[in-house]
């Protein structure tokens, strides 16, 4: 097949129908653009009144293509975005045209949403990157495909435009069972796993609280799969009985649902320490520690969790992009508190 494009810049395409095409014509501009524009996205821009079929405009994206129709499509500059830019610090491991790697601090929220408008790592994106965005769904804003809680530190990559949006998003929606993707956190929990290495296998659904999650049947309406990998990499004040008061654990998500290694460790009996919501009834055990340790775990008023490892395909180079980051101040400080180092004074 031959280049469709007779005319080709930055706000119009204008391309002639081979004669070897058929279907929908939003179907088929979606696949001769080699996924610069999604299909909704060209769907919309139809219904708009973008297109334009020898002359003529159409606004019918399920209008049949013919063999010498040419085919006009205007594409409008990505609008501003509705989430202002603000000039917040951004701690970033990697940038280029099609996506940026950064570490989120624990504090700051991913996404501008009811009581959260301004002062989001979405805010800050969009306020770093500039120009630099080519939209996403026809806005100037940076495309999300994973998300980390509020209180939650760690690694995280973002797309700047459509085609990176989709590429990374599948991969996450695959999770790593064909690709390169992986995720790994790290925990403080209470108490040991009694498995050093293990692999929880629970569904996760909605809680009685509309914004917590609990381990649900398989047959539950709500019940979707989750699936954690932990391995215990250090214990802390263990006892002759091979018991430990606290573990740091790895985790490796093959799934990624909203507070999966929160609900998946406090459903083992082992809770990240200064988990509000899901290891409020382990608080009592910071009475069992030295006070130096016990000061410390007091004084962590967030759950204990980092996401430390990323890694995925470059969604332009196929490349694997591997990242690493340490635990900020504040977890680093509980870890030594823990192991009763000389490092566990004020961060």
């Known amino acids: 097949m031959t280049d469709p494009f007779k005319e080709a810049d930055a706000t119009r395409k204008v391309l002639t129908v081979p004669e070897d095409a058929e279907g929908r014509m939003d179907a088929w501009l979606a696949a001769t653009l080699a996924g610069d524009f999604s299909r909704s996205r060209i769907k919309a821009l139809i219904e708009e009144g973008a297109a334009v ?3 003529k405009v159409t606004t019918e994206p399920k209008r049949k293509i013919q063999p010498g129709d040419v085919v006009e499509l205007a594409l409008p500059a990505p609008r501003d975005p509705e989430p202002q830019g603000e000039d917040i610090p951004l701690d970033v491991l990697y940038e280029d045209d099609d996506l940026i790697v950064l570490v989120k601090p624990a504090g700051l929220v991913v996404h501008p949403g009811a009581g959260n408008w301004t002062g989001t790592l979405v805010n800050a994106l969009i306020a770093h990157c500039g120009t630099s965005l080519s939209g996403i769904g ?17 690694v995280m990559v973002a797309a700047k435009n459509d085609a990176a949006h989709r590429h990374l998003s599948d991969q996450f929606a695959d999770h790593g069972r064909s690709g390169p993707l992986e995720r790994a956190y ?29 381990v649900k049947r398989e047959d539950a309406d709500d ?3 989750a699936i954690t990998h932990y391995t215990v990499v250090e214990r802390y004040m263990e006892t002759e009985a091979a018991t430990s008061l606290a573990s740091l654990v790895e985790c490796r998500l093959e799934t990624g649902r909203t507070h999966q290694i929160r609900v998946h460790m406090a459903h083992i009996g082992h809770p990240l320490i200064g988990d509000p919501e899901y290891g409020a009834a382990f608080r009592t055990k910071a009475n069992l520690l030295p006070e130096k340790a016990r000061a410390v775990v007091n004084g962590f008023h967030r759950q204990a969790l980092h996401a430390f490892m990323l890694q995925f395909e470059h969604p332009t180079t196929g ?12 977890m680093e400080q509980l870890i030594n508190a823990l192991r009763g180092t000389d490092d566990a004074g004020t961060p």
């Open 319 to 330: 490349e694997t992009m591997h990242f690493e980051a340490p635990p900020p101040a504040d």
């Open 186 to 214: 790290q925990a403080v929990v209470w108490g040991r796993p009694r498995q050093l290495k293990g692999t929880i296998d629970a569904p996760l659904g909605r809680g009685n609280d509309r914004t917590k999650r609990a």
């Open 223 to 225: 019940a979707r799969e």
């Open 53 to 55: 079929v020898n002359g």
């Open 138 to 154: 026809g806005v100037r804003r940076p495309g999300i495909v994973h998300r980390l809680d509020k209180e939650t530190s760690g």
